[in-house]
């Protein structure tokens, strides 16, 4: 249903044609071979290279996954304001698109997040969840508001109008994810582990290795994914304009 | 206090068994919507003769 509701709003006679001709600045076949000697590698540190935690042991690995896929998802909603705002500005529908694409998968990743986080904080704290802590309190709150896009945006019919509800959702909810995060920040008593701070982080050189290994493996993960789901979103995007053309062919 | 090695290793297998399965289900979804849709976009365009 989403992918047809946008197609059917980008292939609107009159829209800008998507720039699926445009050569890519990465050629299509590196990109997914990059991202699985990345993850094979950060694997392989993780699970064999890196030592484990004075305090948290084994079960700190956990790190490894959960803050990156935190990072990339947070990033991507950040990002996806950003082309919320080209596409405000621009009116070019593929804009919009790649708004939506972007939100879709930071969903995805930071559903992720927040099972990962359970998992470690059950090893670690003894509790599935803890409400009285900001940090996990505060993602669920972004992830949950995130979740309203979808809703918001196949609960308008009108094409263009969808588009452009969905970039201001997108600026708004992108704008609150940085001010969340900073006011968290500044909280006062803390559960979540805070590794990475604004001194650089207290990471020995082995586990920020490890960590910045991890961190590129998922970037690369999230831009394959993100390809993948903007070439489907083209291919049904041609496949409604080939519909429509084979309708008004058949009336005539 | 660390858990106990044999613990902790159910808790990380876990852990990082939920994120495969999440990218190898979305990956499938995906490819599989990729495949259906060219099919349709072929039949299409030999329908119309290009």
């Given at each position: 249903m989403s992918a047809g509701a946008v197609s059917a709003g980008l292939a609107r006679p009159g829209t800008p044609p998507a720039r699926a001709g445009r050569r890519a600045?990465?050629?299509?076949?590196v990109l997914p071979v990059l991202t699985a000697v990345l993850l094979a590698t950060a694997l392989a540190l993780v699970f064999f290279w890196v030592r484990d935690e004075a305090?948290?042991?084994?079960?700190?690995?956990?790190f490894y996954i959960h803050v990156p896929l935190g990072i990339v998802a947070l990033g991507g909603y950040m990002a996806g304001a950003g082309m919320a705002i080209a596409h405000l500005r621009t009116g070019e529908r593929e804009w919009d698109l790649r708004s939506y694409v972007t939100i879709h998968l930071s969903l995805i990743l930071s559903l992720g997040v927040l099972v990962s986080g359970s998992i470690w904080a059950r090893a670690?704290?003894?509790?599935?969840?803890?409400?009285?802590?900001p940090m996990l309190v505060s993602f669920l709150i972004v992830f949950l508001l995130y979740c309203c896009y979808q809703p918001l945006r196949f609960a308008i019919d009108d094409p263009e109008r969808q588009a452009r509800y969905a970039s201001v959702f997108a600026v708004t909810a992108g704008a609150f994810v940085p001010l969340n995060f900073a006011a968290v920040r500044l909280?006062?008593?803390?559960?979540?582990?805070?590794?990475?701070?604004?001194?650089?982080?207290?990471?020995?050189g082995d586990m920020r290795l490890t960590f910045l290994v991890c961190l590129a493996a998922v970037v690369s993960l999230y831009t394959t994914l993100w390809r993948l789901e903007i070439r489907a979103k083209r291919l049904r995007i041609r496949a409604a304009r080939l519909r429509r053309r084979l309708n008004a062919e058949e009336v005539a | 206090m660390a858990v106990p090695l044999h613990e902790a290793v159910r808790y990380v297998a876990g852990a990082y068994a939920v994120v495969f399965v999440l990218v190898v289900l979305y990956t499938t979804l995906i490819t599989r919507r990729i495949g259906r849709v060219e099919r349709d976009v072929q039949a299409m365009e030999e329908r119309l003769g290009r």
């Amino acid at each position: 249903m989403s992918a047809g509701a946008v197609s059917a709003g980008l292939a609107r006679p009159g829209t800008p044609p998507a720039r699926a001709g445009r050569r890519a600045a990465i050629p299509a076949g590196v990109l997914p071979v990059l991202t699985a000697v990345l993850l094979a590698t950060a694997l392989a540190l993780v699970f064999f290279w890196v030592r484990d935690e004075a305090d948290q042991g084994f079960v700190q690995r956990i790190f490894y996954i959960h803050v990156p896929l935190g990072i990339v998802a947070l990033g991507g909603y950040m990002a996806g304001a950003g082309m919320a705002i080209a596409h405000l500005r621009t009116g070019e529908r593929e804009w919009d698109l790649r708004s939506y694409v972007t939100i879709h998968l930071s969903l995805i990743l930071s559903l992720g997040v927040l099972v990962s986080g359970s998992i470690w904080a059950r090893a670690s704290w003894g509790h599935w969840w803890v409400w009285n802590e900001p940090m996990l309190v505060s993602f669920l709150i972004v992830f949950l508001l995130y979740c309203c896009y979808q809703p918001l945006r196949f609960a308008i019919d009108d094409p263009e109008r969808q588009a452009r509800y969905a970039s201001v959702f997108a600026v708004t909810a992108g704008a609150f994810v940085p001010l969340n995060f900073a006011a968290v920040r500044l909280a006062q008593s803390y559960t979540h582990p805070r590794v990475l701070t604004a001194t650089g982080g207290n990471l020995p050189g082995d586990m920020r290795l490890t960590f910045l290994v991890c961190l590129a493996a998922v970037v690369s993960l999230y831009t394959t994914l993100w390809r993948l789901e903007i070439r489907a979103k083209r291919l049904r995007i041609r496949a409604a304009r080939l519909r429509r053309r084979l309708n008004a062919e058949e009336v005539a | 206090m660390a858990v106990p090695l044999h613990e902790a290793v159910r808790y990380v297998a876990g852990a990082y068994a939920v994120v495969f399965v999440l990218v190898v289900l979305y990956t499938t979804l995906i490819t599989r919507r990729i495949g259906r849709v060219e099919r349709d976009v072929q039949a299409m365009e030999e329908r119309l003769g290009r």
